[in-house]
């Protein structure tokens, strides 16, 4: 009889799962200005990724891939607390956190379609071109940088190795882009104590390029700042 008087008096006061989800009418640059993302390519990139989002479940309230990717978008965009996220669009943060995880992990399983260095002569042309239209600069295939994203202090005993030169925790993330802007390699191994020009001589491009390398011509050169070392395949800052 006591268990069962608890057991109602729990219920009683046990609130109902509800979903608020908020979805407010943005125009095109609002919506933009909020994902980084026009909506087309927010449902591109839904499109792409729908059947790694989608799973089997019981519950009758499952998130839409669509929805998802919307969640992890405004994460990445804003860099907001997954609750601000959870709260601005009515989904629990737990629900924000899940759909982070999973658009993550769902875009970096397609990456390789879309991140590729240049193989033909064809399309090492096409990108020389289009930076000698921009900047009137020959024979530039790429521009190489590393950039420190900020993360929380890791456990473990290798803590330390995270802290870069500005004194804070990050991953040494290194990118190459054409002259569009579009990546054409990315290594995000490294933790943010490791200098960008170690980073490129132990990446697949930078063995690709050190053996490889047919010279100037055929190949072209990377632009870099003073992080790197000045070589046959590599321009740095007179």
Partial sequence: MALRLIYNVGRRHEKDRVYR????????????DRFRFSKNSLQFITDLIEPNLCRP???????????QVQLAL??????????????????H????SRAVRDVSSALCNVSQEFIQWP????????????FYNVAHFPGVVGTIDGTHVRIQSPSGDNEYAFVNRKGFHSINVQGV????GKFLNVVANWPGSCHD??????????RYMETRHRGYDMDGVLLGDSGYPCKRYIVTPY
Avoid at 77 to 85: D, L, W
Avoid at 177 to 180: A, K, L, P, W
Avoid at 197 to 206: D, V
Wanted: contains cysteine; aromatic residues 12%; proline residues 4%.
């Fill in 93 to 96: 943060i737990s629900s924000v």
């Fill in 21 to 32: 989800h908020i979805e407010p009418e943005y125009d095109d640059k609002e919506f933009k």
């Fill in 197 to 206: 020009s170690f980073i490129f001589k132990t990446s697949n491009l930078g």
């Fill in 74 to 91: 405004r994460y990445f965009a804003s860099g907001s607390p997954m609750r601000v996220i959870g709260d601005t669009m009515g989904y």
């Fill in 57 to 67: 479940t019981l519950r009758s309230h499952a998130i839409p891939a669509f929805t």
């Fill in 119 to 130: 193989e033909t002569q064809q399309q090492k042309n096409k990108i020389r071109d289009g």
């Fill in 177 to 180: 882009c054409d002259q569009t």
